[in-house]
């Protein structure tokens, strides 16, 4: 039986037991039942060194529940970047990683990949029982990976190739841009890494309304960028809280979207096999792959810009290219002299449609969307001063109006909804 080791080798397995424990949350040992009983106490003992302080437990007649708590007013660092920087390794990769660094230690060091050989062999592995364990060609492959990674040059002069270490560049005074973008922007783990190689004195940031959770979803979120860059097509597994069983899909992304209400990101990509344009969850999407280069990838994003100028949040209603199906929706709401600023409200938080004044006490706002449903939230924070309102789509007009007189019955007022 192996010992528990705390280093990743599959970043999948750790950012589900990451959403399960913190996004869904209050889990216990029995509840999980999608891996083993081993396996779980492995996962959670990675996390407990992960998070350290932010991992707690309940007691409950069903048993012990545990769960990530994080209080993002105190904590100033993304705590779910440690998850990151666990990568396992091997004992030869961590070993060749820093042989390589040692004979290549300056940047005026060039060397070619025979020369790197002997100096291994002869330097480092003379005293070893077997003096050969790296090959020609392990290093080569290593010193190719680390000139993709940027971390190494490669020099061509005649019919020679000369290895280098790449120049560091100096982070000291980035440490204050470093610091919020590794907080704030989609793959602030490269920030979080970059800022390890600052000495900082103090905290730059606070933050009232800091959405962690992201962190997890780097991974995919690179792979989707580095998709959009190439103009490419990608499959990958969708886990849908609707279905049981995840679902492997072909898109095409073409933007991302967060929210700055919750910090939720999603993915608005075509389906090729649908012909639409529809969003999805990126901490539903895992195993991003690329799936070929498409012609139509500007055509496409044209189509979601069209989109945009009648999308409230993310969805699309049906999202045909072939037909935009729009709904109107409009209100009228009553502002009394010195209540201005619910007029600015309007102004200030309409993403879509205008506002006109109707009286000299009332104002309307009124727009063509394709999905009204998700403008009730918005609508509802008026609705005290709501005088009038409309929904082309009946079933969201008579569902709103439903959901007022449940609250009017609720607080005892029940003919307030005939007013």
């Given at each position: 039986m192996s010992a528990y080791n705390e280093l990743i080798k599959n970043f999948e397995r750790i950012r589900a037991y990451m959403r399960e424990f913190y996004v869904f949350g209050f889990k216990s040992r029995e509840d999980y039942d999608k891996k083993s009983a081993r396996s779980y106490d492995d996962e959670r003992r990675r996390m407990e060194s992960f998070f350290g302080e932010h991992m707690s437990f309940l007691r409950t007649p069903e048993g012990k529940t545990v769960f990530i708590s994080i209080d993002s007013r105190t904590s100033r660092h993304n705590p779910f970047y440690n998850a990151w920087k666990a990568k396992s390794f091997t004992d030869g990769d961590i070993t060749l990683h820093f042989i390589i660094f040692d004979i290549l230690h300056s940047e005026e060091i060039k060397l070619t990949l025979s020369e790197i050989m002997d100096c291994i062999n002869e330097k480092y592995l003379s005293e070893f029982e077997n003096p050969q364990m790296f090959d020609e060609s392990t290093v080569r492959k290593k010193l190719k990976e680390y000139?993709?990674?940027?971390?190494?040059?490669?020099?061509?002069?005649?019919?020679?190739?000369?290895?280098?270490?790449?120049?560091?560049?100096?982070?000291?005074?980035?440490?204050?841009?470093?610091?919020?973008?590794?907080?704030?922007?989609?793959?602030?783990?490269?920030?979080?890494?970059?800022?390890?190689?600052?000495?900082?004195?103090?905290?730059?940031?606070?933050?009232?309304?800091?959405?962690?959770?992201?962190?997890?979803?780097?991974?995919?979120?690179?792979?989707?960028?580095?998709?959009?860059?190439?103009?490419?097509?990608?499959?990958?597994?969708?886990?849908?809280?609707?279905?049981?069983?995840?679902?492997?899909?072909?898109?095409?992304?073409?933007?991302?979207?967060?929210s700055a209400q919750n910090g939720r990101q999603h993915l608005l990509a075509y389906v090729p096999g649908q012909d639409r344009i529809k969003s999805f969850r990126i901490d539903y999407l895992s195993e991003v792959k690329p799936a070929g280069s498409t012609p139509r990838f500007r055509e496409l994003r044209e189509h979601l810009d069209e989109m945009q100028k009648n999308m409230w949040g993310v969805n699309t209603g049906t999202g045909k290219l072939s037909k935009k199906k729009l709904e109107h929706v409009e209100f009228t709401v009553r502002a009394e002299p010195g209540e201005e600023h619910i007029v600015r409200r309007l102004m200030r938080e309409k993403r879509v449609g205008e506002v006109e004044k109707t009286g000299e006490f009332t104002y309307r706002f009124s727009a063509d969307v394709l999905d009204s449903q998700e403008l009730t939230p918005w609508i509802r924070s008026f609705v005290c001063r709501i005088t009038e309102i409309k929904f082309s789509n009946r079933a969201v007009e008579n569902r709103f109006k439903s959901d007022l007189e449940k609250m009017y019955r609720i607080y005892g007022i029940e003919k307030g909804a005939e007013k």
């Amino acid at each position: 039986m192996s010992a528990y080791n705390e280093l990743i080798k599959n970043f999948e397995r750790i950012r589900a037991y990451m959403r399960e424990f913190y996004v869904f949350g209050f889990k216990s040992r029995e509840d999980y039942d999608k891996k083993s009983a081993r396996s779980y106490d492995d996962e959670r003992r990675r996390m407990e060194s992960f998070f350290g302080e932010h991992m707690s437990f309940l007691r409950t007649p069903e048993g012990k529940t545990v769960f990530i708590s994080i209080d993002s007013r105190t904590s100033r660092h993304n705590p779910f970047y440690n998850a990151w920087k666990a990568k396992s390794f091997t004992d030869g990769d961590i070993t060749l990683h820093f042989i390589i660094f040692d004979i290549l230690h300056s940047e005026e060091i060039k060397l070619t990949l025979s020369e790197i050989m002997d100096c291994i062999n002869e330097k480092y592995l003379s005293e070893f029982e077997n003096p050969q364990m790296f090959d020609e060609s392990t290093v080569r492959k290593k010193l190719k990976e680390y000139c993709a990674l940027g971390i190494i040059n490669a020099e061509k002069q005649g019919r020679k190739v000369f290895y280098l270490r790449a120049q560091s560049p100096d982070v000291s005074g980035l440490c204050e841009v470093l610091d919020f973008y590794s907080e704030v922007a989609p793959c602030g783990v490269i920030g979080s890494f970059l800022l390890d190689k600052c000495r900082r004195e103090g905290e730059s940031f606070a933050f009232k309304h800091h959405y962690m959770t992201g962190a997890i979803d780097s991974g995919v979120i690179a792979a989707l960028f580095e998709a959009m860059r190439g103009e490419c097509a990608v499959t990958a597994i969708n886990h849908s809280r609707k279905k049981r069983e995840p679902e492997e899909i072909r898109i095409v992304p073409l933007r991302i979207f967060i929210s700055a209400q919750n910090g939720r990101q999603h993915l608005l990509a075509y389906v090729p096999g649908q012909d639409r344009i529809k969003s999805f969850r990126i901490d539903y999407l895992s195993e991003v792959k690329p799936a070929g280069s498409t012609p139509r990838f500007r055509e496409l994003r044209e189509h979601l810009d069209e989109m945009q100028k009648n999308m409230w949040g993310v969805n699309t209603g049906t999202g045909k290219l072939s037909k935009k199906k729009l709904e109107h929706v409009e209100f009228t709401v009553r502002a009394e002299p010195g209540e201005e600023h619910i007029v600015r409200r309007l102004m200030r938080e309409k993403r879509v449609g205008e506002v006109e004044k109707t009286g000299e006490f009332t104002y309307r706002f009124s727009a063509d969307v394709l999905d009204s449903q998700e403008l009730t939230p918005w609508i509802r924070s008026f609705v005290c001063r709501i005088t009038e309102i409309k929904f082309s789509n009946r079933a969201v007009e008579n569902r709103f109006k439903s959901d007022l007189e449940k609250m009017y019955r609720i607080y005892g007022i029940e003919k307030g909804a005939e007013k």
